[in-house]
């Protein structure tokens, strides 16, 4: 690391990290999936090290932008706000006293959590815990909570560096888009093909999506129901696409075929007086009916 860097955004996997040979690759689509989501948002570089990645020198202001977006990558467990300062006991305290003195009013309770990738630093986490907590507890007059805080301060130590911060969002984890196949999802407005969509990304399938209307004879009420969905999804990779086909046609000629069946029901139900009828599955689609004939729109972003 270089002294250069002073607010950057720590971003750490978990699944990637049990890869063996090929863990590069992963990662390498990983920042590749970071940087697309980033567009937009201003940072000088993104570095990839001791099982971490790092965008460096982003807008503070924007903290929890950055967050918010990178939490949405699939591969990404955890995504914080650091300070990157020099790895040194004293300052690390100086720092961390800093910091939470900037929000002291929106906490009571605290926690210190420290993870060291450089074992060659002096204290060990549990000893680095105490030693800047006694700090906040006694200069803050805030209490110890290590089960339910108000809030955590995070110390990461990595090489000559320590990082330090209190805002931080889970990740969905799972593996990074485009590791995986690329496939097509039949989409509809409900929510079972949206979930199962979402669970194919969370191990990196590259998605494009495909939904069946019969506008306009039902109105376009699910077609923007699955836009809205799609953009959604749309969230969690780079590229989407939605193929909107429509197959009213089939159906106006399916119900002709049909039209003799539904007299012969009828006259039936006449001559037998019965007046309802219930559960009746008239018509089935098979697969190969719905592929004759189709419209194809496209609706790409």
């Known amino acids: 690391m270089t002294n250069k860097s002073r607010h950057c955004i720590i971003v750490h996997y978990d699944e990637i990290a049990v890869k063996l040979g090929n863990r590069p690759w992963f990662e390498r689509q990983l920042v590749k999936n970071i940087k697309n989501q980033l567009k937009g948002l201003n940072y000088s570089t993104i570095q990839k090290f001791s099982a971490r990645i790092f965008v460096n020198d982003i807008d503070l202001k924007q903290s929890n932008l950055y967050l918010e977006t990178l939490q949405n990558v699939m591969g990404v467990s955890s995504v914080h706000s650091m300070i990157n300062i020099v790895s040194d006991t004293d300052v690390i ?123 306009p004879a039902t109105g376009e009420e699910s077609i923007l129901n699955v836009k809205k969905i799609i953009d959604r999804l749309g969230e969690f990779q780079s590229e989407k696409r939605l193929f909107l086909i429509s197959f009213l046609d089939i159906q106006n000629s399916t119900f002709i075929d049909y039209e003799q069946g539904f007299r012969s029901i009828g006259y039936l139900a006449n001559y037998n007086n019965i007046q309802d009828l219930l559960d009746v599955d ?20």
């Open 282 to 301: 008239l018509i089935h689609l098979s697969n190969n009916m719905m592929m004759v004939h189709l419209h194809l729109n496209l609706y790409q972003d």
């Open 93 to 215: 305290k100086k720092n961390a006293l800093e910091l939470l003195k900037s929000v002291q009013d929106e906490f009571q309770t605290f926690k210190i959590f420290t993870k060291r990738q450089n074992k060659a630093f002096p204290q060990t986490s549990p000893e680095l815990n105490a030693l800047v907590g006694d700090v906040i507890r006694v200069d803050l007059e805030k209490k110890v909570n290590l089960k339910n805080p108000d809030i955590e301060l995070r110390i990461e130590i990595v090489e000559d560096r320590a990082f330090i911060g209190y805002q931080s969002k889970k990740g969905f984890g799972g593996l990074p888009v485009g590791t995986g196949e690329l496939a097509l999802s039949l989409i509809s407005s409900g929510i079972d093909s949206p979930v199962a969509s979402f669970k194919m990304l969370k191990r990196g399938v590259q998605l494009s999506y495909i939904h069946f209307h019969s506008s």
